[in-house]
């Protein structure tokens, strides 16, 4: 069992995404240190990608900035082997496809695990194209993370079959990205989730709200929230920790 | 397991958001249908020849062939097509599907706003709803094409992120689609992205390689020895080239944008550059950095400005069945002024790539030789990018 079934273990989960570098790194470690300490059950590290096809307008900024910066795979690797000397809540990767395969998706694999991360998320390889690397994390002890969407349908019960760590419930059409409504009916696709699979389904895309991450935890496991956090980062810049964990610790409590 | 699909040797595949996978699919599964389906042929036929004024015509450029003293030198006049260009015919061929499918809104990408007015000529054609992504940079690089399109009744959004040109408007138009997949068609431009779309608009450009068969067997009785096009993402090659894959003695030869060189940054030759990646829903090579980060490419040619090429074009490389060549900026102008002077033919910037590279190599075949060159569209559009290239300011 990876250490990511940890993270659903204390209740619904709260999972903040936090792009690594946004606006540097130091400030990146003290972010997830803030949002550990006030309840994140498992946290989503993004790794700077130049043309993020799956997100909206907060995280494409967010990616610049930290690629502006100087952000490398090798120091978000740094950062990682930082993190776990006393960060202890399950770590995942969200990046895209090129990041890994550039890297040489089994160098970048070994090195995810001996940083100390358990998984990794690639929201442009879709169950078709997991062969590339689904064999390699498993290989490491990573769970390659499993999307399903709205228009998933007949797709979810395979999909659900071979998931691993998690499946990743996107909530909405379109990208990443605040919306006042999300009116997919999650529940179903849950229920078909658990005809095929006992692994945790969280939710993502579009929850800002304590309100919205309560409603969607209450039909899955839990509630990822990225672009609204990243919106805090944004405005608060250097200043961001304190303001990031004590939006977690509402988000947690909320719950 | 399910498998990947639409692969060229490693080459391809589908490299999407899991939002997008059915659309794909049902996708693949309408055109499987009706590429076979006697109806749809003869409506796109009819559609090629009576609104696009196909077949093109295949022109013996003599004046040309005597100045460069070698191969005689045949044009394939895809610029005499209907908006100017070949994209006409995949659009043609997408939109009719797209209709026939039951969605009402086509969304599309554009570099030099070629493809764009295309879409949105189609769309105005058969009452669709159209919007057009086009880099920010390349709505001030091509703003006639801008009112074209405005005037065929597309809306255009200027994309402002990342390098402002053609690879961000196929990422925001792939944004867009999977904000809204019900009613909306994609009508991607060139041979890239993810499956089925570098096999469907292979298909629909292939027309061009068919005609010039058929032309240059009636004008010389044999194969042309080598056909050559640009490539950006590779569609007017990959038409080119398609029907001439099994004849191993036609040379085929793609030219790259290299921008002010290939060994500058301000380059567009991926094959000359680039190397293996993922990206934009397929495996091919892409310039990037060596942590995989998509370049900024330049080149003076807004529809070469891309970072990619299309995974069957990676697969002839890799064979070795193709050649691509860099062409550089100058020596594109130079070809775009020597054309319209010799032949009195003005290309578009992208296909002065093509000329340049056949003004190298005609004088070293032999007279006896035949070389055809896809002239992919007509060098209106580039006028005044061109003059201000040579220093004169002029307007629009």
């Known amino acids: 069992m990876s250490r990511i079934r940890e993270a659903f273990a204390h209740g619904k989960a709260f999972i903040p995404f936090i792009t690594c570098g946004d606006p540097d790194l130091d400030t990146t470690a003290a972010i997830v240190r803030a949002a550990a300490a006030a309840g994140a059950d498992l946290i989503e590290l993004g790794i700077p990608f130049s043309d993020p096809t799956a997100e909206g307008p907060v995280i494409q900024e967010a990616n610049i900035r930290a690629l502006s910066g100087g952000v490398t795979t090798d120091k978000v690797f ?15 990767f969200m990046t895209y496809a090129n990041v890994v395969f550039s890297y040489g998706t089994e160098r970048f694999c070994k090195t995810a695990a001996e940083a100390g991360m358990d998984g990794i998320i690639l929201p442009d390889v879709p169950f078709e194209e997991k062969g590339d690397f689904d064999d390699i994390c498993r290989q490491y002890g990573l769970d390659l993370i499993s999307l399903i969407a709205p228009t998933s349908n007949d797709r979810i019960a395979m999909i659900a ?5 998690f499946i990743y419930i996107v909530s909405s059409l379109g990208v990443t990205g605040v919306r006042s409504q999300i009116t997919t009916d999650i529940g179903a696709m849950v229920s078909i989730v658990r005809e095929n699979t006992d692994i945790p389904c969280a939710v993502g895309f579009g929850i800002s709200t304590p309100e919205q991450a309560a409603a969607m935890a209450a039909v899955s496991d839990g509630a990822i929230v990225g672009s609204a956090i990243i919106r805090i980062i944004a405005q608060y810049g250097k200043d961001a920790p304190e303001q990031v964990g004590r939006y977690v610790a509402q988000m947690k409590a909320a719950l | 397991m399910a498998q990947s699909r639409g692969r060229f040797g490693i080459h391809g ?8 996978m059915n659309a794909v699919i049902e996708l693949e599964e309408a055109y499987n249908h009706y590429k076979n389906d006697p109806e749809f042929n003869r409506e796109l036929t009819d559609l090629f020849n009576n609104y696009a004024g196909r077949p093109s015509r295949l022109y013996f450029a003599k004046k040309m062939t005597e100045d460069l003293g070698g191969a005689k030198i045949y044009l394939k006049r895809e610029d005499l097509n209907h908006t100017g260009a070949h994209k006409i015919n995949n659009v043609l061929g997408q939109a009719l599907l797209a209709r026939k499918m039951g ?7 554009t570099g030099a706003g070629q493809h764009g007015v295309a879409t949105a000529t ?3 054609l058969m009452g669709m709803e159209c919007v057009v992504f086009m880099g920010e940079e390349d709505t001030k690089r091509q703003a006639l094409n ?46 890239m992205g993810p499956h089925p779309f570098p096999t469907i608009v292979r298909d629909f450009q292939s027309v061009i390689s068919k005609e010039i068969k058929e032309q240059v067997l009636a004008a010389e009785g044999r194969l042309p020895d080598a056909v050559m096009a640009c490539v950006g993402g590779g569609s007017n090659a990959i038409g080119t080239f398609y029907h001439f894959i ?11 944008a290299a921008g002010r060189g290939v060994d500058t940054w301000e380059t567009a030759a991926t094959v000359a550059t680039g190397k293996l990646g993922i990206f934009h829903g397929m495996k091919s090579y892409f310039c990037q950095d060596e942590y995989g980060q998509i370049a900024p490419v330049y080149s003076i040619s807004a529809g070469l400005d891309y970072p990619g090429i299309g995974p069957e074009h990676a697969w002839l490389h890799d064979i070795g069945r193709a ?25 578009a910037i992208e296909s002065a790539h093509a000329v340049a590279y056949a003004r190298e190599l005609a004088p070293k075949m032999r007279k006896d030789q035949i070389l055809v060159i896809t002239i992919s569209g007509r060098g209106d559009k580039d006028c005044a990018a061109i003059a201000r290239y040579r220093g004169e300011d002029i307007s629009e």
């Open chain 1, 78 to 92: 740094d950062l990682a082997r930082e993190l776990r000397k006393d960060v202890t809540v399950p770590l995942v």
């Open chain 1, 161 to 165: 079959k071979e998931a691993s760590g």
């Open chain 2, 13 to 20: 595949g589908q490299y999407i958001p899991e939002t997008l």
């Open chain 2, 103 to 109: 969605k009402t809104r086509l969304i599309a990408e």
């Open chain 2, 122 to 124: 189609a769309a105005a």
């Open chain 2, 146 to 191: 801008v009112y074209r399109m405005k005037l065929l009744g597309s809306d255009v959004i200027p994309v402002k992120t990342g390098t402002a040109t053609l690879k961000d408007a196929v990422s925001e138009a792939m944004r867009e689609w999977t904000n809204r997949i019900s009613d909306t068609h994609y009508c991607l431009g060139s041979v």
């Open chain 2, 246 to 256: 099994e004849d191993e003695g036609v040379q085929l030869i793609g030219c790259e």
């Open chain 2, 323 to 347: 050649q691509y060549v860099p062409i550089t900026d100058e020596q594109a102008v130079e070809a775009f002024e020597y054309l319209s002077r010799m032949e009195g033919i003005i290309p």
